[in-house]
């Protein structure tokens, strides 16, 4: 049994920063890699950063590079994505995900 808890989200003006964690609760880990998505209205969910299990080799989509970091935490069991110079297009509910286990989703609206 995988559970995924996500905090973090919110609203913040173009260009501020926020920080999003997803707190993992399982008994087995089976899966590679650890990662954020996201959803914007009328858009399909889309992969944004992921981190290896094995080696903490970090991925990310180019419309996040440089301004997003993804960072693993063991002793807290937690995984957490750092985003900064966002930007009123970074609206949409964030995810975290864990091979098929997906957290509930938290809402980020970038908007002056």
């Known amino acids: 049994q995988l559970l995924l808890v996500e905090s973090g989200g919110g609203l913040v003006q173009p260009g501020g920063s926020l920080r999003l964690s997803c707190e993992l609760h399982?008994?087995?880990?089976?899966?590679?890699?650890i990662g954020w998505f996201r959803q914007a209205p009328g858009k399909e969910r889309e992969g944004l950063s992921c981190?290896?299990?094995?080696?903490?080799?970090?991925y990310y989509v180019d419309s996040v590079k440089g301004r997003f970091t993804i960072s693993r935490d063991y002793g807290e069991n937690t995984v957490t994505l750092q985003m900064s110079s966002l930007k009123p297009e970074d609206t949409a509910i964030y995810y975290c995900?864990?091979?098929?286990?997906w957290g509930q989703g938290t809402q980020i609206t970038v908007s002056s």
């Open positions: 995900n864990y091979g098929t286990f």
């Open positions: 399982k008994e087995t880990w089976n899966y590679h890699a």
């Open positions: 981190i290896s299990e094995r080696d903490g080799s970090q």
